[in-house]
């Protein structure tokens, strides 16, 4: 899916990894270069599920989140029903592939073949979370801010 409507950023030069999640962390859909770790989209996306979790439940007005690394540039943009995580190396602007976003996204949201994969598979979660990733103190906190 990725590879069909996404095709554009996948040929920006330094753009290492795309990832395509559901609102409950199952994963959809991935693209990356040959010699990209795949076990990297396990260890990051929990993280922005977490982040966009918190900053939803107070701070509408967040749509997205770049983070630096040694390496490069780790974007992730909530969009309805889906987290997209892009993994770019130092030198690739962010405002290139926003601009790709905003001009694709709308074609993929629309795609019959997203829609099947949101239907077939029923959301056991409409929660960001899962608990058994997070310890006591992080569980008290988000009940703490759901019940604001």
Do not use: C
Not at 84 to 99: A, C, N, T
Request: hydrophobic share 45%; aromatic share 8%; no cysteine.
């Amino acid at each position: 899916m990725i590879s069909e409507f996404l095709n554009d950023m996948t040929q920006i030069e330094g753009l290492e990894a795309i990832a395509l999640y559901r609102s409950d962390n199952a994963l959809i859909d991935t693209w990356s270069e040959p010699n990209f770790d795949q076990n990297i989209f396990d260890l990051v996306s929990i993280h922005y599920f977490q982040i966009f979790s918190i900053l939803g439940t107070g701070f509408r007005d967040f749509q997205e989140v770049v983070l630096a690394h040694s390496q490069g540039k780790i974007y992730a943009r909530v969009l309805p029903d889906l987290l997209l995580v892009v993994i770019v190396k130092s030198s690739v602007d962010i405002s290139l592939v926003r601009l790709i976003i905003n001009v694709k996204i709308a074609d993929l949201l629309k795609s019959r073949k997203l829609q099947k994969i949101l239907k077939k598979v029923s959301k056991k979660s409409i929660n960001f979370l899962q608990k058994k990733y997070l310890d006591d103190s992080e569980i008290v906190l988000l009940n703490n801010i759901k019940s604001r």
